[in-house]
């Protein structure tokens, strides 16, 4: 017997001294669980009213009998010897079995034996316990079969599901999820979606989850040298009832958030190419206003200088010759008026409404328009977008503009006879509340005495050539100024020209 059961011997025995044993009995008897007692061969010398009830055998017809006829024996018998074991072990042995009661019906028996140990250490009888689990049983293989059936169809699901626990950790996702996390190479590819639409979304979500709910909004992924995936995204709160203890008694519960994303970059991108098309002919159309707008104005600046001449001459001549001084008058007023008249004419840039802008989207845009180009002077475009960029307000027009002047001087710095590094990088950045972008060539570059002049209006590096008269840089400082911005000019890693753009995400276009 062992060490621990011998000492409490004295004490045990003390305590049935004091219980009378009717009392004794009568527990035992009127326990709701099953109990039976056998000698050491299993032959049933008690059985208690629970084990009547559980078994249908009465005291009279159960006692004298075999443990075993309870059997319906299809036990295994791996757990008979596994059983047995234990027990000549003198350890106690718990398990269930599947039993037959006397009028015939099964039933699962959840049991627990523990050998009955006498004074010289030899095991004397069994005392058994057992009740019946099989609606227990029954109700954990129902429970069991609807979530490996849910489990099934959110597989089967064509969309990712993602329900992330109020610290924002995911808790259950499904096999489409999974897919995206390997697709978009990041470890959790709900909460850069959740950065995108809903920034503060992790504070938010354990303080007033209600603002995390959202229905079918898009986010558009851009992957280094892959095409963009668009996702639309669904969020609801969810209730997750706490599995805590403490909240036994009480209907504690916590807020998690469900997030369906389905990819929608097909449709997009059908979208996307008839888009490009009208985007094309509309750039087209702009550029080509933009070079009669700069020619006119440059052909008025070039005016002023003379008509600023013939100004300070009639000045001179007023005092020696005023007839001749009157008849210049007369002439520079005409010739203002003329240039007035020229300067009504000049197109006005088009008046935008602000919107929401993705700059990753416009980008792509400007890459799409500009591949004629691209492929005819051999350019090889190093395109690295950030995953995700938060939406800035903008003028989407101009912003194109912007960006394909600058992508448009890459090309013409590159596009030189015997010019051999051909490379275009472009590259997006979500930076401490700026978006930058780096326009990088692999060209001769700018001089550092030319990088403020090249943003003088009219400037131009060709020397009267006629093909370009340098307002290109003039006219896109001033979009970047209008979004708030700052654009600046630097050597890049190649030793060409690096244009690097910086937008405020919380910037107001003027």
Known sequence: ???????????????????????????????????????????????????????????????????????????????????????????????????????????????????????????????????????????????????????????????????????????????????????????????????????????????????????????????????????????????????????????????????????????????????????????????????IREGLSAALFRLEEPMNVMASAVAVLQRRDPNTASMLQLALGSSREHMETLRQVIPQSPQEIVVGVNINEILRDVLEVSTPRLLAAGVVVDWQPAATVPTILGRPLQLRMLFKALVDNAIEAMNVKGWKRRELSLISEAVDGRIVVSVLDTGPGIPPEWRVKAFEPFFTAKNGSGKHIGTGLSRAQQVVADHGGIIDLDESPSGGCAVIVELRIDGDPI
């Open 1 to 291: 017997m062992p060490v621990a059961q011998r000492a409490q011997q004295p004490a045990n025995a003390a305590s049935r001294a004091a219980l009378p044993p009717e009392v004794y009995n009568q527990a035992v008897d009127q326990a709701d669980l099953a109990v039976s007692i056998t000698d050491a061969k299993a032959n049933i010398l008690f059985a208690n009213e629970a084990f009547t009830r559980v078994t249908g055998y009465a005291a009279d017809e159960i006692v004298g009998k075999n443990e075993s006829v309870l059997s319906n024996h299809t036990t295994p018998p791996e757990l008979y010897k596994a059983m047995w074991h234990e027990l000549s072990e003198q350890r106690p042995w718990s398990g269930k079995l599947l039993n037959r009661r006397k009028d015939g019906a099964l039933y699962l028996a959840e049991l627990s034996i523990s050998p009955v140990v006498d004074a010289a250490g030899k095991t004397t009888h069994f005392l058994g316990m057992h009740r019946d689990i099989t609606e227990l049983h029954r109700l954990e293989r129902v429970v069991g079969n609807q979530k490996h059936l849910i489990e099934s169809v959110v597989d089967a699901a064509p969309m990712a599901f993602a329900l992330l626990d109020p610290t924002g950790r995911i808790i259950l996702d499904n096999q489409e999820y999974k897919k995206l996390v390997t697709d978009l190479r990041t470890k959790e590819p709900a909460h850069s979606l959740l950065n995108t639409l809903v920034p503060g979304w992790h504070d938010t979500l354990s303080k007033e989850p209600s603002r995390c709910a959202f229905a079918s909004r898009e986010a558009r992924i851009d992957r280094h040298g892959q095409r963009p995936r668009w996702l639309s995204v669904t969020s609801s709160v969810i209730d997750i009832h706490s599995d805590c203890v403490d909240s036994y008694f009480c209907a504690a519960g916590q807020s998690g958030l469900l997030l369906v994303i389905s990819d929608i970059t097909n449709l997009r991108e059908e979208q996307e190419r008839a888009r490009a098309s009208a985007l094309q002919a509309v750039l087209a159309e702009e550029e080509r206003t933009a070079a």
